[in-house]
């Protein structure tokens, strides 16, 4: 199991940006995937970006040339960078943690809210 705790949210202008962190505690960070999803209000749970131990990235065409996902495996960190926003990306954002093999976990941050002004 891992305890993720995300940070970074805030208040942002339209064309502005913002950086959000997700610090993982516990074992097996190794061989995870890590993610960034998000929800606006009456919507479902969405796909961000994901991106594995070994640095493979998967962007939502939503996010594709303004985010930008990053991993220190070392500091069991995640960092979405995100830029250009839009009154569209306003949602509260959570941080991801998967891993298949033994032990397997997929576990949940708390969330952390991104409102983007027009």
């Known amino acids: 199991q891992v305890q993720l705790v995300e940070s970074g949210g805030g208040l942002v202008q339209a064309g502005g940006s913002l950086t959000l962190s997700c610090t993982a505690s516990g074992t097996f960070f190794r061989d995870n995937v890590m993610g960034w999803y998000r929800q606006a209000p009456g919507k479902q749970r969405e796909l961000v970006a994901t991106?594995?131990?070994?640095?493979?990235?998967n962007y939502a065409d939503s996010g594709k040339g303004r985010f930008t996902i990053s991993r220190d495996n070392a500091k069991a960190t995640v960092v979405l960078q995100m830029n250009s926003l839009k009154p569209e990306d306003t949602a509260v954002y959570y941080c991801n943690a998967r891993r298949v093999e033994f032990p397997p976990y997929d576990d949940w941050g708390q969330g952390t809210q991104v409102t983007v002004s027009s």
């Open positions: 991106i594995s131990s070994g640095g493979r990235i």
